[in-house]
């Protein structure tokens, strides 16, 4: 808490636990943002935490790459490797290499 004191302060944020949860709850609203991933990313692995330990932020980026896993049904693309596309309400279309957009 100490080390994030003046970045709680300048932003609006009480100096207290919870106010620190409130600013790492008001920064996860821009995770979508690029720049913002990649400086918290950044900030959690120079602390030696595995990405998204500290800030919350999910790993899965427009672009990453992909493996269908079988969970319990048999699926026709399990085995295939695509590229996430975009996020829309909480479920990701992905981009299967040899098939259309799911």
Known sequence: LDACREIIIE??????????DEMLEALRLHERDDAV?????????????????????????KGCEVKV???VQLSP???CHGVLEEL??????????DHEEL
């Open 11 to 20: 932003f609006g944020f009480e100096v207290s636990p919870d106010g620190q």
């Open 37 to 61: 991933y990649v400086l918290a990313t950044s900030i959690e692995m120079s602390l030696f935490l595995e990405a998204g330990a500290w800030f919350g932020m999910s790993q899965l980026r």
């Open 69 to 71: 896993v079988e969970t």
């Open 77 to 79: 693309y399990a085995g």
């Open 88 to 97: 829309t309400s909480q479920a990701w279309q992905v981009r299967l290499q």
